[in-house]
Every structure is written in structure tokens, then in C-alpha cells.
């Protein structure tokens, strides 16, 4: 049941990228007067098919892997009537629209679904300074215990999210950092700057609120058990919800924290448990399952922890009226892409690891966690993939909308066509190039798993 959720969800998920992202193409290409032959949802056997009167032929298929639009081409041998409504025949610079109107409708879906959770508000953690390491960033740019950090580089951080997004910013870049903070209870803001060398560079999967030095502040997590999941190591060892970790091997557990620590380190050991449930002290011999990782493997058990309540100011309640919330959106929309592209150029250059590249398995869990997290998640991670689908279709390969619009730019510059030899060879690199990404992708997370 869980790999179908799993199944169901992904494929929702890309239905609705592909779907918007083809319907772009044919609604300008039809305003334009092409002849559309066949609109499809998805690649493989046809799972539903039907012709509307103008006999284009719409298709959802089995694989939900993309989509296409097939229009009408001239190959020389179309009557008089026909070439006029195919797409080669239209001038560039209309070829050049229909081709951009795929990636444009991605970001029109990131701008309205960023725009409907903006106006349902905004709910975040405050980022508050918990601890500094010595001799980290965050101690250069002498950032204390406590302070709430306001800004990064100029750019507001209201919350967890806001500052994880302008630090994403900076992975691989080397100059001045900027902060600005201030103390609890206090209205005044000080700033601060620390250097940045080659920060992050070719670092897999990094952590980067640690790699400042520096870990936000949490109320303490005791070591509660909320849920145990069913055919664990936990459950089988006879822990319940509710059970209070209070010692490992005569240890005392201090908090949820160390116990992870404990469990993590302790993979395929025995350990024994000193557990408090119902005001009564129980002993249980517990053994976490190896789990292995793409930077090694540790201990498991299968337990999730009683959450405390936040202190309400630590709770970030952003609202937008519909005009303010059109304007956050555009402007998300905006950064997003931007860092999609820059992180794009770093990993060309190598100061992003190509490892931190993702394909469909990794798509499918993050989509069915963000699901489970509720809509605003999972919107919010939909118009993530919109944007970046839109602009991995605007890069100038062939084989993709960008390949498209070069060729389309190039001949309406030049007055001809680019040569169709030129034409044929570009579109073989842009397909090795295409694959082989899409095979380095598979490959992360396959390791991923």
C-alpha cells in the first residue's frame, strides 16, 4: 500500500508538471494557427484516447514520465493548404514562441500556486541562534547564543525556510557574508560579516546552518516515544508510544538527541534499555538494524519522538493581503529560478557536487513526504519542480524547448535556417547529453537508497 501511495502520488505529481508544461505549447501553437496532431500525457501504451473536431488526438499513457505535443510538420510533400498550418512554415520568431510557452506556463503554475499559499499565510520557526562553534563563520561574523538572525546578505530570513534558502545561495562562492541580528527584547539591529572561501565546494548533501558553525535553537527534545513503527527493530524489542528512554546500558539518556546519537553509533549491537512506562521501570534488549547511506551506514530502530510546543514567539505567522501575496509570489517565483540556474553553473564548474543531482526516485519520496506533510507542502514542493522544469527546458540543448529557441533565434537573426546537418548534429549531442544526465540522476539515487 505504502509503494502505491508512493506510485499514485508521483504520478499526480508529474501528470500535473507535464500536463501544464504541454498545454503551453499546444494553446499558443493553436493561437497561432499549427495544426495539432496529438497532445499526450505521458510516453507507452495509450491508456485513454479520444479526437476533438479539429482531429487533434489527445492521449494519456502509461508511463508518466513526460508528455509531448505533436504538431503538423512540412516535409515537402503537403498540399498548398496543409503547409500553411504547419509549424515549420510559421515565421521564427512564432516557432520561438510556441517553444517558450512550455517553460512559461511552469512558471504561471509556480506564480499561482505560490500566490494561493501565500494568501492562506505562512507559518515558520523564527531562526534563533542556539550554539556557536569556535572559529566557525558564525563565530567570525561574531554571532551569539540567542540572537535571531534578521537578514543574510541583505535579504530578509523570517524563518527556517527563508535562511536555508539565501544560504543555498552561496554554496561554492568565496567572498563577505553579511548578518544582521538582533538580541531578544530588543528592537535594535547590529550587523556583521564573515569571509567565505570556496564555501561548501563539492559537498555532498551539505547541512548548511552547521557549516556556519552554528545550530539553531530547538526546545528541548526529551527521549518520549510518539510512535513506533510496526515490524521494526523497536516494536519487535516490545517498545510502545509513550515509553520514556531513561538509560542505555546504565547510561543515562538525557535527551532525544543523545539517543539517536546512541542508536546511530550502536548499528547491529545489542544494547539494553532502561524504559519508564506507566510510573513503572521495564528493562528491554533492543538491536538497531544497519541502514546504509550514501556517505556510509548507522543504526536504526524505527521510533519518532514526542515534539514539544514552540514558544509562540519563535512562531513566524506571515499573512499577504491578495495584491501582496501576488507580489511575494512573483518574487519566489524569481529567486527560485535564479538559484535553479546558478546551482546549474556551479555544478559545471564543480563547486556543486554532482551528486546533490536527483532524478524520478528521489522526486517520488520527496513528493509523497511533502503529501503526508499536508497541502501547503506539497504545493509548495510542486511549484518547486514547475520551476525547475521550466528552466531545464529553457537551457540552449537540443532536444529541449531551449535547443528550440536557439535554432529559432539564430535563423531569425541570420534571415535562413541553420543548416540541417548543424541541426541533426546538435540535436544527437543534446540527446547523449540529456541521457547521460538522466542516467547520472538515476544513478544518485539509486546510491540514495
Known amino acids: 500500500m505504502a509503494l502505491l501511495h508512493t506510485l499514485l502520488i508521483t504520478a499526480v505529481t508529474l501528470g500535473i508538471l507535464v500536463s501544464v508544461h504541454e498545454f503551453g505549447h499546444f494553446w499558443v501553437a493553436r493561437r497561432l494557427g499549427v495544426r495539432v496532431l496529438r497532445f499526450s500525457i505521458g510516453f507507452g501504451p495509450a491508456l485513454l484516447r479520444w479526437t476533438d473536431r479539429s482531429g487533434t488526438e489527445y492521449v494519456l499513457a502509461l508511463i508518466p514520465l513526460g508528455g509531448y505535443v505533436k504538431m503538423l510538420e512540412d516535409d515537402g510533400q503537403l498540399e498548398s493548404a496543409e503547409r500553411e498550418v504547419s509549424f515549420n512554415a510559421r515565421p521564427p520568431g512564432q516557432r520561438v514562441a510556441i517553444a517558450a510557452a512550455g517553460p512559461a506556463a511552469n512558471f504561471l503554475l509556480a506564480i499561482a500556486v505560490y500566490w494561493l499559499v501565500f494568501l492562506s499565510g505562512e507559518t515558520g520557526i523564527v531562526p534563533v541562534v542556539g550554539e556557536v562553534e569556535p572559529d566557525s563563520i558564525a563565530a567570525q561574523a561574531g554571532l551569539e547564543a540567542g540572537q535571531y538572525i534578521l537578514a543574510v546578505d541583505g535579504q530578509p530570513t523570517p524563518t527556517w525556510q527563508a535562511l536555508n534558502l539565501r544560504l543555498m545561495r552561496r554554496i561554492g562562492e568565496s567572498g563577505p557574508m553579511h548578518f544582521e541580528v538582533r538580541y531578544p527584547d530588543s528592537s535594535l539591529r547590529y550587523e556583521s560579516t564573515a569571509e ?13 546552518v552547521a557549516a556556519l558553525g552554528l545550530t539553531l535553537y530547538r526546545p528541548p527534545v526529551e527521549a518520549v516515544l510518539e510512535e513506533v513503527v510496526a515490524g521494526s527493530p523497536a516494536e519487535r524489542a516490545g517498545l510502545q508510544p509513550g515509553d520514556r528512554i531513561l538509560a542505555v546500558d546504565g547510561e543515562v539518556v538525557q535527551d532525544w538527541a543523545q539517543w539517536v546519537e546512541e542508536v546511530r553509533r550502536r548499528a547491529d549491537q545489542w544494547m539494553t534499555l532502561t524504559v519508564v512506562r506507566g510510573g513503572e521501570s521495564l528493562e528491554l534488549d533492543l538491536r538497531p538494524e544497519r541502514v546504509a547511506t550514501a556517505t556510509g551506514s548507522h543504526g536504526q530502530v524505527g521510533v519518532l519522538p514526542r515534539l514539544p510546543e ?31 540556474l546558478t546551482s546549474i553553473s556551479k555544478m559545471l564548474q564543480g563547486l556543486i557536487s554532482s551528486k546533490n543531482l536527483s532524478g524520478p526516485i528521489t522526486i517520488a519520496k520527496v513528493a509523497t513526504a511533502s503529501a503526508r506533510s499536508g497541502i501547503e507542502s506539497y504545493l509548495g514542493f510542486l511549484a518547486l519542480l514547475s520551476i525547475s522544469l521550466g528552466v531545464l527546458n529553457l537551457l540552449p540543448i537540443p532536444v529541449l524547448d531551449g535547443g528550440h529557441i536557439l535554432f529559432g533565434l539564430v535563423e531569425w537573426i541570420r534571415g535562413r535556417p541553420v543548416p540541417e546537418r548543424v541541426q541533426m548534429l546538435g540535436y544527437q549531442l543534446g540527446l547523449v547529453t540529456v541521457v547521460g544526465i538522466m542516467m547520472l540522476a538515476i544513478y544518485n539515487d539509486l546510491a540514495r537508497l
Do not use: K, N
Open 196 to 208: 567565505l572561501e570556496q564555501w561548501l565546494v563539492g559537498v555532498e548533501e551539505p547541512d548548511l
Open 310 to 340: 514552540w514558544p509562540p514567539e519563535l512562531i513566524a505567522q506571515l499573512r499577504y493581503g491578495p495584491a501582496t501575496a501576488l507580489v511575494a509570489a512573483l518574487d519566489r517565483t524569481g529567486e527560485v529560478s535564479w538559484f535553479t
